[in-house]
């Protein structure tokens, strides 16, 4: 990843101020971990092709699976993103699992909740 390449414009403001906290290679692929100078959010962005999924429609249940359709290559499952009900945030992360409850933390709000495993 060259220093000439733009950026990408921030996911939560879409402010296109972004500085590099840390940098690096991983499994042959160039990566930047970026902050906002906005909002202060922060996000990784990896030079090779980026693997996107559509954003989809908020639902009443934020832990229904969201089809990400097939796998994209060098990948072995496609899992669904989950959503923090509070503030419709993907960073969420997997505090504890309880079979089948999984409890989550929203790492942008800090909201906790739980989804059911299928």
């Known amino acids: ?24 290679t991983r499994w042959g692929h160039d990566w930047r971990k970026l902050r906002c100078a906005l909002c202060g959010k922060t996000w990784t962005h990896t030079a090779a092709a980026q693997i996107s999924t559509p954003k989809p429609s908020r639902s009443a249940d934020p832990a229904a699976p969201v089809d990400t359709g097939p796998p994209p290559d060098g990948l072995a499952v496609a899992y669904p993103l989950i959503r923090c009900p509070a503030c419709d945030s993907t960073e969420t992360r997997i505090t504890s699992t309880r079979r089948p409850l999984r409890y989550h933390r929203c790492s942008d709000c800090g909201h906790t909740f739980k989804s059911r495993e299928q």
């Open 1 to 24: 990843m060259s220093d000439a390449e733009p950026y990408p414009d921030c996911p939560r403001c879409g402010c296109p101020e972004a500085h590099t906290i840390e940098h690096g």
